[in-house]
């Protein structure tokens, strides 16, 4: 007899100050973050290409595909190597993270939407969040974040950067 449960196990991590979690079951491994081959003209949260036990594997700045400041590395700092189905193959990459946690269970009736901000943000990538005691932890959509080009948030949402 088959077993029903209510709750699915999640990965978390961290991005500055911001707890984010994708799901177990799309984390082939963990690595100690190694600097990644750079690929000429590549977008600029692709860090470049990692060798992956023989293949060759995209490495992401999450921090920056978000929108936010880019990675700097720390003795913390981990690549999440993650198989993410997409509609017609299966998308192999790595995502930096700033400090990797645990595998937590949530339950499925704990997990809330995205909040809507009646602002011009796109929180497409947004699979739901979860509270916790003081703090929410965020659930990726990879293959919505992955599936297109466009930045997670939009450009009217972030202030302007005068470059000096």
Do not use: C
């Amino acid at each position: 007899m088959a077993t029903v449960t209510n709750e699915s196990q999640f990965v978390t991590f961290s991005l500055g100050d911001e707890i984010f979690a994708v799901p177990v079951d799309v984390v082939r491994e963990i690595l100690d973050y190694e600097d990644p081959s750079r690929i000429p003209h590549g977008p600029a949260h692709l860090l470049g290409l990692r060798d992956v036990r023989g293949q060759g594997v995209p490495i992401i700045d999450l921090r920056v595909r978000l929108g936010m400041d880019k990675t700097v590395r720390t003795a913390h700092t981990r690549i999440l190597v993650l198989d993410i189905p997409l509609a017609d193959k299966m998308l192999a990459l790595g995502l930096v993270a700033d400090k990797v946690f645990e595998v937590v269970p949530f339950r499925h009736d704990a997990v809330e939407t995205a909040p809507d901000i009646g602002a011009a943000w796109n929180s497409d990538y947004i699979r739901g969040v979860v509270r916790r005691t003081n703090d929410f932890v965020i659930i990726i959509d990879l293959s919505r974040l992955f599936s297109d080009s466009a930045p997670a948030l939009s450009a009217v949402a972030q202030p302007s950067r005068a470059v000096a």
